[in-house]
């Protein structure tokens, strides 16, 4: 029981942060689409992306390599902190320093470069709080990033959007941003000052035997992140910024579902460590049913974007990005994949199967570069939407074969099930919406409402019934 509300109560802090995070980005997206357009727009995500970029390169892969770690022993939290920290930081200045060389020598124009210049410099804080928040998702405190985090998200907001109405640049924008994760690193470090005992020295041995152990986990998570900001960074230097900023709200629509597969699959992410000492059969069941978790949301969300795509779009932007609607719907097709994608590549780290998550980034970045670049210049928008795809595939190939080889098969029909009754439900209320034309906002209340019926339906069915819950609650008063 107290398992189950651990993870409940991880599950729920990691999922407010990132939709916290997912839902400020998003306002954030569609008040410079529709104050300052498109072309803005591509600039701050193309700043964005390489900071993203190079965030991830200097800090994922210690910070999956120490929660990892301290899940099994947290009795060695000091010296991870201080002499992980030290690490971070050298890693995170030498990214930095690669990240202005490559955007000086690439051919942006000058506004563009110090965008990129400016929220580069965000690096160095984001990746010191990672290893901050490495300690309490392995000591499952996810609580304390959630407290640290929401209300900066919140604020920075506020500030951004008073910075757009003042008429100011997308450089101060950046300015903001890397304030603001300083801002973040600052309470973390005041909370784990009373979780920790620190002892301030820096393990010359630990910081050579952690180059050693991460140099996977660097590489994993430095094609992971280039992965998944390729198309912008092909689209940039293939098309223009205008096109940067259709694909950008595109991807932005999406990110709500990528955040809460991410939070889910990474509170999970103890919990497979835990069940590898447990047996297969134990770590089936925790993998079959995250998947299953997520695949209930995302069966209905893709049909619903093929249904209301080009609605979503215009409402939240402006009419310029109706045009985006084709490209909207072979992106939401990744949405099936990617619950597997997640889940499982956390399954096999778990598991100490690493490198097969190398080989699958660097196949699927590879083959999707490749068949990006000639994708997008023969299609732009829609070679994008399409290499998104293309590389989403790829990759759940990979991590099916790779399971099912090194580990255990899953029961794909258990998995499926449930999401497909739910989606096949849904399946006549989209029609019918869609046939009586009502104004966005009550179409969207009226399927969202319907989705959490029959979802809650499922969920009651599943415990045993009405009448089971109605004697649990008797019993209980």
């Known amino acids: 029981m107290v398992e189950k509300y651990k993870f409940l109560s991880n599950s729920f802090s990691m999922i407010v942060n990132r939709l916290a995070q997912s839902i400020t980005a998003f306002v954030l997206t569609a008040a410079i689409a529709r104050s300052l357009g498109a072309e803005a727009l591509g600039q701050y995500l193309l700043g964005y992306s390489y900071y993203f970029i190079f965030v991830g390169i200097a800090s994922q892969g210690l910070k999956t390599l120490f929660t990892r770690e301290l899940s099994r022993d947290p009795q060695k939290t ?23 060389i490559v955007v000086f020598l690439l051919p942006y124009s000058s506004k563009t470069s110090t965008v990129c210049y400016i929220m580069g410099l965000t690096i160095i804080p984001f990746a010191l709080s990672n290893i901050t928040e490495a300690i309490f998702q392995a000591k499952e405190k996810m609580h304390l990033i959630a407290i640290a985090t929401v209300p900066v998200y919140i604020l920075r907001l506020i500030i951004m959007i008073w910075a757009i109405q003042l ?37 010359g041995n630990f910081v050579w035997h952690t180059i050693k152990n991460a140099r996977t986990f660097f590489a994993i998570e430095a094609l992971a992140v280039v992965a998944g900001r390729i198309q912008i960074l092909i689209l940039s230097l293939l098309g223009s910024e205008l096109l940067v900023g259709l694909f950008g709200g595109i991807t932005q629509l999406l990110q709500p579902f990528t955040i809460i597969a991410n939070s889910l699959t990474l509170a999970m992410f103890p919990k497979f460590s835990k069940a590898v000492d447990q047996g297969r059969d134990k770590q089936r069941q925790n993998t079959e049913n995250i998947i299953e978790i997520l695949l209930i949301m995302a069966f209905p969300l893709f049909i619903g974007l093929l249904f209301f795509g080009k609605d979503l779009l215009i409402f939240l932007y402006n009419s310029s990005f109706g045009q985006a609607n084709l490209a909207l719907s072979l992106s939401a097709a990744s949405l099936v994949f990617l619950p597997f994608i997640r889940s499982l590549s956390y399954l096999l780290v778990a598991n100490g199967f690493e490198i097969i998550n190398l ?65 096949i439900v849904m399946l006549p209320v989209f029609i019918l919406l869609q046939k009586i034309s009502l104004d966005f906002i009550f179409t969207l209340t009226i399927a969202t409402c319907a989705y959490g019926l029959f979802v809650s339906y499922l969920g009651i069915r599943a415990f045993g019934g009405f009448r089971f819950l109605w004697r649990k609650v008797l019993r209980n008063q």
């Open 78 to 100: 000091p010296v991870y902190l201080i002499s992980g920290t030290w690490l971070q930081l050298i890693f995170s200045l030498l990214s930095y320093g690669v990240l202005v």
């Open 167 to 203: 008429k100011y640049g997308i450089e101060y924008l950046g300015a903001i941003l890397c304030f603001s994760e300083t801002l973040i690193l600052v309470i973390e470090w005041v909370f784990i000052t009373q979780l920790v005992k620190i002892e301030w020295q820096i393990d």
């Open 359 to 423: 080989r699958e980034v660097v196949i699927t970045t590879t083959l999707g570069s490749l068949g990006g670049v000639a994708l997008v210049s023969q299609y732009h928008l829609l070679g994008a939407a399409l290499m998104t795809l293309l590389m989403t595939i790829i990759g759940f190939s990979q991590y099916i074969y790779f399971t099912y080889t090194r580990l255990f098969s899953l029961n794909l029909w258990r998995i499926m099930r449930r999401p497909l009754i739910i989606t």
